[in-house]
């Protein structure tokens, strides 16, 4: 699996995304034309987690009040993805 980053430079906000996000796209983001334009940039794609926690790091020790994390929406696919499953009866 890949890691993104996106770099939110109007709100300072960091966002560690994995590729299968509906919101990541693979590090093109979503299109939202009724809004206006956002100086937002996207990073990746990376091998690891680390890989991108490092990337988002980077970026936030330029920020004054950084808001970085995990995508919530990634976190949820990540629980659904390594939750057991039932086996065979």
């Known amino acids: 699996m890949k ?3 996106f770099h939110d430079n109007a709100t300072s906000r960091t966002r560690i995304h994995n590729e299968r996000c509906v919101a990541c796209n693979h590090g093109r983001g979503t299109t939202r034309p009724h809004l206006p334009p956002n100086p937002a940039l996207w990073s990746g794609p990376f091998d690891t987690i680390d890989e991108a926690t490092e990337t988002m790091r980077i970026f936030a020790a330029h920020k004054r009040d ?6 919530p929406l990634c976190l949820i ?5 390594f939750a ?3 086996g065979p009866r």
């Open 3 to 5: 890691y993104y980053v």
């Open 84 to 86: 057991p499953r039932p």
């Open 77 to 81: 696919l990540d629980e659904e993805v």
């Open 66 to 71: 950084p808001d970085v994390g995990r995508c």
